[in-house]
């Protein structure tokens, strides 16, 4: 009985889907972000903004969505 479950366990390949479209969506969405925020680094330079860097722009999101809302 319990090598029968073992073999149908493995023979079966319903899981196998979810797990693939699981790994495709996120080899996606992190190609996504690192494109757009190349992209977007990218536009700010042809705008003239030459010191934009990413860690530049970390600083200004941390800085501008950290502080309470008291302080905006």
């Known amino acids: 009985m ?3 479950s073992l073999k ?9 889907s979810i797990v693939e479209y ?3 969506m ?6 996504s972000v690192i494109l757009m925020t ?3 680094l990218s536009i700010g330079r042809m705008f003239g903004a030459n010191d934009v860097t ?3 722009y970390y600083r ?13």
């Not at 149908?8 to 196998?16: D, K, P, Y």
């Not at 200004?60 to 905006?72: G, H």
């Open 8 to 16: 149908r366990f493995l023979i079966e390949e319903e899981g196998q």
């Open 22 to 24: 699981t790994l495709l």
């Open 60 to 72: 200004w999101a941390y800085e501008k969505f950290s502080s309470s809302p008291a302080q905006n």
């Open 38 to 40: 190349m992209m977007g």
């Open 2 to 4: 319990k090598n029968e």
């Open 26 to 31: 996120t080899l996606i969405a992190a190609t």
């Open 54 to 56: 990413v860690e530049n």
